[in-house]
C-alpha cells in the first residue's frame, strides 16, 4: 500500500506560477510511475502529466506542454509539479497518482493508477 499527500496548491493569478508537491509513505521500496490528474468543475478527471518508474524521462498532456515540469526527488519520496504562466483553464484539483509496485511506465489512463491522494485546489483567477 502507497499513502500520497498532495500540497502546494492555492490562488495565483493567471500568468503566475506554483508548484505542487506529493509526498509518498508506506510501501515505497519498489519503482512505479507516477502522475498527476486534474478535474475542473464540472469535467471529467484529465491526466496532466506523468514520470517514469525507472527514470527521469516524462510525458505531458498537450493543454499543458511547455508549462509544466515534473521531478521527483527519491530520497524524499517526492515528486514536484511546477506549473508555470498558469491560466484560468487551468483552476481544478489536481490529483497524484501512483501504478502499483514494478509498474515504470507512464500511462494516461486513470485506471491503470492504483493509488490517489486527496487532491490540492489550484485556482487562477485575478
Known amino acids: 500500500q502507497v499513502q500520497l499527500v498532495e500540497s502546494g496548491g492555492g490562488l495565483v493569478q493567471p500568468g503566475g506560477s506554483l508548484r505542487l508537491s506529493c509526498v509518498a509513505s508506506?510501501?515505497?521500496?519498489?519503482?512505479?510511475?507516477m502522475a498527476w490528474f486534474r478535474q475542473a468543475p464540472g469535467k471529467e478527471r484529465e491526466f496532466v502529466v506523468g514520470?517514469?518508474?525507472?527514470?527521469?524521462?516524462?510525458m505531458d498532456a498537450e493543454s499543458v506542454k511547455g508549462r509544466v515540469t515534473l521531478s521527483r526527488d527519491d530520497a524524499k519520496n517526492t515528486i514536484y509539479l511546477q506549473m508555470n504562466h498558469l491560466k484560468p483553464e487551468d483552476t481544478a484539483v489536481y490529483y497524484c497518482?501512483?501504478?502499483?509496485?514494478?509498474?515504470?511506465?507512464?500511462?494516461?489512463?486513470?485506471?491503470?493508477?492504483?493509488?490517489w491522494g486527496q487532491g490540492t485546489q489550484v485556482t487562477v483567477a485575478s
Open positions: 508506506g510501501d515505497t521500496s519498489s519503482n512505479y510511475a
Open positions: 497518482a501512483a501504478r502499483s509496485a514494478r509498474s515504470v511506465a507512464i500511462t494516461s489512463t486513470q485506471i491503470s493508477y492504483a493509488y
Open positions: 514520470i517514469s518508474g525507472r527514470s527521469d524521462r516524462t
